[in-house]
């Protein structure tokens, strides 16, 4: 079992910065992927990154791309989300969760723990 605490979200103008935390406990944190998910209000839940247990791969969603950075501390047991040129698009419902894979996978079926996730709204 792993538990995940996301904090961080909050109320932001485009163009600005959010810096997102994931702190988990629990499972061993440092030998899974990790990811981040959000949904938006009457959205299904899509993919934003993931980083792989060494934190040597990362994945990102097209939308996001050179704008977020994932990453994660295995010493801290905590991952992290840079979110940068924020965009009212970006608001949503940010999540992160754990895989069962060592890899990077953008398949959320591979990501049985949750956190309960955190508001990042952008306003325009």
């Known amino acids: 079992q792993v538990q995940l605490v996301e904090s961080g979200g909050g109320l932001v103008q485009a163009g600005g910065s959010l810096r997102l935390s994931c702190a988990a406990s629990?499972?061993?944190?440092?030998?899974?992927?990790t990811g981040w998910f959000r949904q938006a209000a009457g959205k299904e839940r899509e993919f934003v990154a993931v980083?792989?247990?060494?934190?040597?791969?990362?994945n990102y969603a097209d939308s996001v791309k050179g704008r977020f950075t994932i990453s994660r501390d295995n010493a801290k047991n905590t991952m992290y989300l840079q979110m940068n040129s924020l965009k009212p698009e970006d608001t949503a419902v940010y999540s992160c969760?754990?895989?069962?894979?060592?890899?990077?996978?953008?398949?959320?079926?591979?990501?049985?723990?949750w956190g309960q996730g955190t508001q990042v709204t952008v306003s325009s």
């Open positions: 969760a754990a895989s069962v894979l060592a890899v990077t996978t953008t398949i959320q079926s591979h990501y049985p723990y």
């Open positions: 629990g499972r061993t944190f440092t030998r899974y992927s």
């Open positions: 980083i792989s247990a060494t934190g040597g791969t990362t």
